[in-house]
């Protein structure tokens, strides 16, 4: 009956056990698939493209010349071609306030441009009407009501009032400016290119005198027919009619300086308008085989959207060319999918790269610039009159000839994001070609994100190299040496090296950062001559120990000889540090780092690669050793004993038979050491300038997957598209590190297959 | 009683301290060469102790200390001027436990021969053929040559530590109790294998098998308690020992 009880007993112990250790192992598992899905549920929003959310269609009384919305969309505005303005819910389409511009009187709209609040209309009779539209938020009972504002800031002649010349309407117009100056580049109807510059002259007392200048451009153009360049996509079409140059579009810069004026001939012609006296024509090229239509600008006045009569769209930039007389070239930089008509309406987003192009057959497009990219394809099967991108990207508005007005609600969270800006080579706003960087922020509201995580990988990659070339041969050899060679009463050096591995890698990182990488640079020649220093004392050390008498060498002291090398390496390394001036002088001509500027061209970072290998390979180190050596001394002392009887030295030995009874283990610490430099976060944060480059070279910094984290962490805001790629990059990470685990453990049972039978 | 030949090996007051235990107390007696010296005596009385000093593998053991000195072929192999790789390629050993490397039989085979520095392929064949004759398992594992040695038997994987002993063509064959681990049929594979080695090779060997060293050697040392009892003429020391404590152990009254 006892046994029974005690049987029943070790049972219920016995399942206990059994579902305690079940329970928990499954648990480790179910923790890290969870880790793997909530990393990925973070990133997962970054594949998905733009989508509307909501398609609303309204009525105006007839089609807008020009349309705008408030920032939240709730209120919108018409500009209509008699010169009438509405403002009309967005929300049930009702008038909220009708406005007319007096002062233009009969006057028919034919063109305008739109710059932040301002609205440059051009009319049929040659007036520049500019109108300033904004809205203010008022907040009432805790509710908000926005309220729309409506003035006329300035009217003008485009010919000037004092002249006989029968009015011409304005067919395009392109206007920039601010308080204190205005540049206004109009073309009328016949034919005329006119520049209008008002600028507010703050004289000695404080006065403001406002100084107008008007030129005449159209006979500067004139003289540039001969085509100054072309590209070689294009062509090159001689065969223009040579006495004219028929304007489609223009679009001027908001550093008022750069006008481009495109042509039906297919060209563009870029004219310096810097000095409005003396306006140059820097460059005239053909952009496409069809008439320019439009032409527009991306966020920060930098990429110039060319669309033409056959619907394609590209985005232009000036770009370093030694061959242009003045430095600088068009280059085409990204194609978009092209409308199946011609190009009317070109509107960036005032948010990023993003812009909406629309076609007279009522195709609307939306495109990110970065990423080549068109996200959406709309259609409204009518005759597009006007085209607005609401402020926050997230809404586009367009009316059609029959007064319709369309809203549609857009989601475009991640637009930059694409496998070609993740790991392609990318050409970026003000580089001179397709590139792969990573460059999350900038200063301004136009800074173009630049997210190819190649840099981060190759930096990650490059510290590991550098940390395992390090670290791999002094922790295999060591545990070799440790293993092997050392005398017992040393013993104690394992223990030591193991407390190394609990040394915070904060640390060593500011070990590195602060102490190591200055003595580096400082003592850099005695580096390279240190290694010969060594051998020639580790030979002299040798040959010492050959011709001393035997006495006191002691018949047992195994492995203590290598005790003797010390003081002659120390001796070595201080040498080398003493002579490192010496040899800094004979060798580079008194100072390294200008000898590598010149002769190799590397630049020399203090905190560089291989201060990161250093102070990484400490890191690793402990790690290595501490399994190696734990491998190598389980190595059957039988077959050590087996070697040394045959007569292999005891470096035979540890060659030819414990290193390689010991190589599974020594693999996979090699592998765990790969992942521990691949995830090293803080030394590489430390030791290094953090430069996203992508260079091998030893002197130069870079930044790591990991480190870039930490990073750019605070720069991120949640759910931001930075957030979502640094979720990207740690998926990257912990991916790599599972494969590299995996695969590890794999080959390491094969081979420990091969050697278990001992 | 059996033609003394010339010694190989003289041992002369030895004296082996384990840290402070006195393990052998002033040993004193020649080996001959080209026979077969057997030691035998209780566990614990040095055997192994005095038969690892001859090939020095004692000094892989921490904390040791030897007095006096052994020669071989009249040379002091404990004099510091001595190469203790060169000494061990002279004096080949056999451990008790069958200890091939995770190798093949033929790399086994061919480890030391390697480690020389021979690299010629035909050489290392004849070399590993010859000692694997010598060893009595060519025939056995001439079409297993590169089969892992830990793939066969206990008997086999000692014959293959023996061949790879004697592939080195050493002076003196150490085997430390060879046969305690394997069956009969393979112990008698050893013995045979002994007496064959007898014609090139000095052999010592230790074994608690008294009939093993009555059938296969040639001068017998027994060992009490460190010291050496009685060294003869294997029949004359089975037959009639001088010594009361040899009489008891032979006679199985202890050990
Ligand atoms: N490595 C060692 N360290 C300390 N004492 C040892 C060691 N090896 C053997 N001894 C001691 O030396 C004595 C002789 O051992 P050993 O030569 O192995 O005897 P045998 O081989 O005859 O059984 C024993 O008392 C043993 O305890
Ligand atoms: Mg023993």
Not at chain 1, 125 to 148: N, Q, Y
Not at chain 1, 214 to 221: F, G, H
Not at chain 1, 314 to 342: A, C, Y
Not at chain 1, 700 to 718: D, Q, S, T, Y
């Amino acid at each position: 009956m006892k046994t029974l009880k005690s049987l029943k007993r070790r049972k219920f112990t016995d399942k206990t056990a059994h579902w305690l250790i079940t329970c928990s192992g499954v648990a480790t598992i179910f923790v890290i698939l969870a880790l793997f899905i909530f990393i990925f549920l973070e990133v997962f929003p970054l594949l998905k493209g733009a989508k509307i959310k909501k398609n609303t269609v309204f009525s105006l009384h007839q089609g807008a010349v020009c349309i705008g919305a408030d920032e939240h969309m709730e209120i919108a505005y018409a500009i209509y071609g008699n010169g009438s303005i509405e403002f009309f819910s967005l929300i049930d389409g009702s008038v909220i306030r009708k406005h007319d511009i007096q002062e233009l009187g009969n006057s028919h709209i034919t063109s305008f441009d739109k710059h932040k609040n301002l609205h440059i209309l051009g009319t049929d009779d040659g007036k520049i009407a500019t109108l300033f539209i904004h809205f203010s938020e008022v907040f009432e009972d805790g509710k908000r009501t926005i309220v729309p504002h409506i003035s006329l800031q300035e009217l003008v002649r485009a010919e000037g009032a004092d002249n006989d010349y029968e009015p011409f309407a304005i067919k395009h117009i392109a206007s920039k400016g601010d308080e204190d100056a205005a540049l206004t580049a109009v073309h009328t109807e016949n034919g005329r290119l006119l520049l209008l510059s008002s600028e507010i002259e703050t004289s000695l007392f404080g006065e403001g005198e406002k100084r107008e200048v008007k030129k005449d451009i159209t006979p500067l153009l004139k003289k540039s027919l001969k085509p100054i360049s072309s590209t070689s996509g294009a062509g090159t079409d001689h065969s223009l009619p040579e006495n004219e140059v028929v304007i489609t579009s223009l679009v001027l810069d908001h550093f008022m300086e750069n006008l481009y004026v495109g042509a039906n001939s297919g060209e563009l012609i870029h004219i310096n308008v810097r000095d409005k006296e003396e306006p140059v024509i820097l460059e005239r090229i053909k952009v496409s085989d069809k008439p320019v239509t439009a032409l527009g600008f991306l966020l920060g006045d930098i990429s110039l959207v060319v669309g033409d009569s056959d619907g394609n769209i590209n985005t232009w930039m000036q770009v370093r060319d030694e061959l242009s007389s003045f430095g600088w070239s068009l280059k085409k930089i990204h194609t978009f999918q092209s409308h199946n008509g011609p190009v009317t309406a070109i509107a960036p987003s005032v948010r990023n790269k993003c812009f909406v192009t629309a076609s007279s057959n009522g195709s609307i497009h939306l495109h990110h610039a970065t990423s080549e990219r068109t996200l959406l394809n709309l259609n409204i099967n009518s005759v597009v009159t006007a085209l607005a991108f609401s402020q926050k990207a997230n809404g586009i508005l367009v009316t059609d000839s029959t007064g319709k007005l369309f809203r549609w609600d857009i989601s475009n969270p991640h637009p930059e994001v694409t496998m070609k800006t993740l790991f392609g080579k990318v050409w970026y706003e003000g580089y001179e070609k397709p590139e792969y960087v990573w460059q999350s922020t900038g200063g301004t509201d136009d800074f173009e994100p630049k997210l190819s995580l190649v840099p981060l990988i190759f930096g990650t990659i490059k510290g590991t190299i550098y940390a395992l070339l390090f670290a791999v041969p002094i922790g295999i050899f060591g545990a070799l040496y440790t293993s092997q060679f050392l005398h017992y009463s040393l013993k104690i050096v394992k223990p030591v090296i193991e407390l190394m591995a609990a040394l915070p890698s904060v640390i060593l990182g500011f070990l590195a950062g602060l102490w190591l990488a200055p003595l580096i640079e400082k003592i850099l020649p005695s580096l390279i001559i240190m290694p010969l220093f060594i051998v020639l004392s580790i030979a002299t050390a040798i040959f010492v120990w050959k011709i001393l008498p035997a006495f006191g060498k002691g018949r047992y002291k195994h492995g203590m000889e290598a005790l003797v090398l010390i003081p002659f390496i120390v001796g070595a390394i201080f040498g080398s540090i003493c002579l490192s001036g010496i040899f800094e002088t004979f060798a580079f001509g008194g100072d390294y780092r200008q000898w590598l500027l010149n002769v190799t061209g590397l630049h020399y970072d203090q905190r560089n690669a291989v201060v990161v290998g250093f102070a990484m390979g400490f890191a690793v180190i402990p790690l290595i050793f501490t399994i190696s050596e734990d491998a190598m001394s389980n190595v059957p002392k039988s077959l050590v004993s087996a070697s040394l009887a045959l007569g292999a030295t005891p470096w035979q030995t540890a060659v030819k038979v414990v290193l390689p009874a010991a190589s599974p283990a020594v693999f996979s610490a090699v592998m765990i050491g790969f992942g521990r430099a691949v995830g090293e976060t803080m030394i590489v944060l430390m030791a290094t300038g953090n430069t996203p480059i992508m260079d091998w070279n030893l002197f130069n910094g870079f930044r790591a997957l990991a480190a870039n984290i930490a990073v750019e962490i605070p720069e991120a805001p949640f759910g931001g598209t930075l957030y979502r790629v640094l979720f990207l990059a740690s998926l990257i990470l912990f991916v790599t590190t599972f494969i590299v685990n995996t695969l590890a453990e794999v080959i390491r049972q094969k081979m420990k297959k091969k050697y278990s039978k001992l | 009683m059996k033609k003394k030949s010339e010694p190989i090996v003289n041992i002369i007051d030895l004296n082996f301290y384990y840290g402070d235990t006195l393990a052998l107390k002033g040993i004193n007696f020649d080996i001959s060469e080209k026979k077969i010296t057997a030691f035998i005596g209780p566990s614990g009385c040095g055997k192994s102790t005095l038969i690892r000093c001859l090939n020095r593998m004692n000094d892989l053991i921490e904390n040791v200390r030897i007095e006096g000195c052994i020669k071989i072929k009249g040379q002091d192999i404990y004099d510091p001027s001595m190469n203790i790789t060169e000494l061990r390629k002279r004096v080949g050993m056999v451990f008790q436990k069958p200890n091939p490397f995770p190798k093949t039989i033929y790399e086994n085979v061919v480890y030391g021969p390697r480690v020389l520095g021979i690299k010629k392929k035909s050489l290392l064949d004849d070399i590993c053929e010859k000692a694997l004759t010598r060893a009595a398992l060519w025939t056995e594992v001439k079409d297993r040559l590169h089969v892992s040695a830990l793939e066969i038997s206990g008997g086999q994987q000692q014959r293959v530590c023996i061949a790879r002993a004697i592939a080195m063509e050493p002076e003196i064959v150490l085997l430390d109790e060879p046969c305690s681990a394997l069956d009969p049929i393979a112990t008698a594979k050893i013995e045979d294998m002994l007496v064959e080695l007898k014609k090139d090779y000095t052999v010592v060997i230790v074994t608690h098998n008294m009939q093993q060293a009555a059938r296969v050697s040639d001068f017998t040392g027994f060992f009490m308690m460190g010291e050496l009892v009685e060294y003869d003429d294997t029949t004359e020391l089975f037959t009639k020992p001088k010594k009361k404590k040899t009489e008891d152990y032979i006679t199985g009254r202890f050990g």
